[in-house]
């Protein structure tokens, strides 16, 4: 793994969002919405759940992140990443069970994710940790901000 020092998994707050948005801009086929993940759109996120949201850091850089939020019943994780050099070696891991230790503090018992059908990596990664791929429901989305348009990462 890149570096010496060991990685740091702790909660995100704003004053890491320039280096979760490099590295978010950095991972081939990530997709990032114009609003909801720019400063405002994850300050928003942050201030309504200031707890959950995770970062993995090694020597002051942003290597990892999962953005987490709750409506007091369940829970969904969006943008879950590590950077490419450091998969495979746990982070993704350590990550997720910071986020639902988190969770579980707060009384929240289910997490939900989406992960793009096209995304192998990630799904395969979701199915080694045991989590359960839904064939018993449909997916449905309901515009509320045209603006708000998801650009892909090439």
Not at 16 to 23: N, T
């Amino acid at each position: 793994m890149p570096g010496t020092m060991s990685i740091i998994i702790r909660e995100m707050t704003m004053d890491d969002y320039d280096k979760v948005y490099a590295l978010w801009t950095g991972i081939q086929g990530f997709g990032i919405r114009s609003i909801d993940d720019s400063r405002e759109g994850v300050e928003r996120f942050l201030r309504r759940n200031p707890t959950t949201s995770v970062v993995a850091e090694q020597n002051g850089r942003i290597v990892g992140s999962i953005m987490c939020g709750h409506d007091g019943r369940t829970a969904c994780f969006y943008h879950v990443c590590v950077e490419k050099s450091y998969r495979k070696h746990g982070v993704g891991y350590q990550m997720v069970r910071y986020a639902v230790q988190a969770l579980r503090a707060e009384g929240i018992s289910k997490v939900t994710l989406i992960a793009f059908k096209r995304n192998e990596i990630g799904n395969a990664f979701w199915r080694s940790l045991g989590w359960t791929e839904r064939e018993d429901v449909n997916v449905y989305d309901l515009v509320l901000n045209e603006e708000n348009i998801t650009r892909f990462v090439d």
